[in-house]
Nanobody, 125 residues
Framework: QIQLAESGGGSVQAGGSLRLSCSTSGLKFSAYCMGWFRQVPGKEREGIAAIYSGGDRSYYADSLKDRFTISRDNAKNTLYLQMNSLKPEDTAMYYC??????????????????WGQGTEVTVSS
């Protein structure tokens, strides 16, 4: 059974940092493109960042690339998202996902086959 489990969310004040983790099981982690998405109620899911299976290339949403860093540890089957200088508008549910394709110029939720349940991030001003 394939499982993705996010952790590390919580409440933080503006300007703070959080590190999200996504632990996986049941899939060959090192073979998958991995990504982070976020969603606010009533809005579409937004792609934040994605990282190639080998960890050598990545994609970032333009508005976030200066504050967020995606990484992976294939030995631990775990994906990470370091979020710095958090803003109230970063408040959302954050999801990790495993996909069959990566691109350095785009990120499409349809490329991602397996999803976690999400971890909530709240940033207060």
């Amino acid at each position: 059974q394939i499982q993705l489990a996010e952790s590390g969310g919580g409440s933080v004040q503006a300007g703070g940092s959080l590190r999200l983790s996504c632990s996986t099981s049941g899939l060959k982690f090192s073979a998958y493109c991995m990504g982070w998405f976020r969603q606010v109620p009533g809005k579409e899911r937004e792609g934040i960042a994605a990282i190639y299976s080998g960890g050598d290339r990545s994609y970032y949403a333009d508005s976030l690339k200066d504050r967020f860093t995606i990484s992976r540890d294939n030995a631990k089957n775990t994906l990470y998202l370091q979020m710095n200088s958090l803003k109230p508008e970063d408040t959302a549910m954050y999801y990790c996902a495993a996909g069959i394709a990566c691109s350095e110029s785009a990120m499409n939720p349809d490329w991602f086959k397996y999803w976690g349940q999400g971890t909530e991030v709240t940033v207060s001003s």
